[in-house]
């Protein structure tokens, strides 16, 4: 089942966004961080429909970068349940209205203005590894509008250049299916975080640079996550794709 795609419209400057970017980077996640885990954690972990794979190849401590892939609102919930860690990840610029902009401000949530060459992001999660945090930002930008990942936006290799932190590259499969919930009950989503990689450092990469990067990371996010396509993928996809003639999309849409 397509999803429409989705229109990124906010009429605020930048100068809207710097609470929250000052709250963030300032103050590690609040409370309310855990506040949110438990009422996830009671609504979905308990259900025991979300597994990780590999989760000791996540460093201990000192800045991380979550590169995973994106199909659902709540991606950031599976890549983090599993971990004692508290991860902070980046959302669009139009939720950061209230009353729900106080909870993910004070959640470790900063915002990022679509389509605005947004730097003030790049400066909050660089600020988030400086003080030895976990930041995710997906590696295509947004979320697969269908049932498979599709290309990788520069963003993500920018952000490993420009800090020269270890980036986790992080398949979450599974959760394409939670728009078709009310055919086929909750999915099982798995998550699979790869071994770290490590990028040199350079301070102002070139947009060339940042793709190559983002490339290279999402290779690996691809890899793992086909892998448990074939491994994971449920019968009642499978019976759906043999009676529609659907042919796995194993390749990204730029690279067909």
Same mark, same amino acid.
């Given at each position: 089942?397509?999803?429409?795609?989705?229109v990124y419209i $906010?009429?605020? $400057?930048? /100068?809207?966004?710097?609470?929250?970017?000052?709250?963030?980077?300032?103050?590690?996640?609040?409370?309310?961080?855990?506040?949110?885990?438990?009422?996830?954690?009671?609504?979905?972990?308990?259900?025991?429909?979300?597994?990780?794979?590999?989760?000791?190849?996540?460093?201990?401590?000192?800045?991380?970068?979550?590169?995973?892939?994106?199909?659902?609102?709540?991606?950031?919930?599976?890549?983090?349940?599993?971990?004692?860690?508290?991860?902070?990840?980046?959302?669009? &610029?139009?939720?950061?209205?209230?009353?729900?902009?106080?909870?993910? &401000?004070?959640?470790?949530?900063?915002?990022?203005?679509?389509? +605005?060459?947004?730097?003030?992001?790049?400066?909050?999660? +660089? /600020?988030?590894?400086?003080?030895?945090?976990? /930041?995710?930002?997906?590696a295509e930008g947004?979320? &697969?509008?269908?049932?498979?990942?599709?290309? /990788?936006? #520069?963003?993500?290799?920018?952000?490993?250049?420009?800090?020269? +932190?270890?980036?986790?590259?992080?398949?979450?499969?599974?959760?394409?299916?939670? #728009?078709?919930?009310?055919?086929?009950?909750?999915?099982?989503?798995?998550?699979?975080?790869?071994?770290?990689?490590?990028?040199?450092?350079? $301070?102002?990469?070139?947009?060339?640079?940042?793709?190559?990067?983002?490339?290279?990371?999402?290779?690996?996010?691809?890899?793992?996550?086909?892998?448990?396509?074939?491994?994971?993928?449920?019968?009642?996809?499978?019976?759906?794709?043999?009676?529609?003639?659907?042919?796995? #999309?194993?390749?990204?849409?730029?690279?067909?």
């Amino acid at each position: 089942m397509a999803m429409k795609e989705q229109v990124y419209i $906010d009429e605020r $400057d930048a /100068a809207g966004m710097a609470k929250y970017h000052e709250r963030v980077r300032n103050h590690k996640p609040s409370a309310m961080y855990d506040l949110v885990r438990v009422v996830m954690t009671g609504t979905y972990g308990a259900l025991d429909r979300v597994a990780a794979i590999d989760v000791q190849n996540v460093p201990r401590a000192g800045g991380t970068i979550f590169v995973p892939n994106h199909f659902s609102f709540i991606d950031h919930f599976f890549t983090g349940i599993h971990l004692r860690r508290k991860l902070q990840f980046m959302a669009k &610029s139009q939720l950061f209205k209230p009353p729900l902009d106080f909870v993910y &401000s004070h959640g470790g949530v900063f915002p990022v203005m679509r389509g +605005k060459g947004d730097t003030e992001t790049f400066i909050t999660a +660089k /600020a988030i590894l400086d003080r030895g945090g976990v /930041a995710q930002m997906y590696a295509e930008g947004g979320r &697969s509008r269908d049932y498979y990942p599709t290309v /990788a936006k #520069r963003g993500a290799g920018q952000l490993a250049i420009m800090s020269g +932190k270890p980036v986790v590259p992080v398949a979450i499969y599974g959760s394409q299916f939670l #728009r078709d919930v009310k055919r086929h009950w909750f999915p099982k989503v798995i998550v699979r975080y790869g071994r770290p990689l490590q990028f040199t450092q350079i $301070d102002e990469p070139t947009k060339e640079q940042s793709q190559i990067v983002s490339e290279e990371i999402f290779r690996r996010v691809l890899e793992m996550w086909w892998e448990m396509d074939a491994e994971f993928e449920p019968k009642w996809r499978r019976a759906e794709r043999a009676r529609t003639g659907e042919v796995p #999309r194993r390749t990204p849409p730029a690279a067909q």
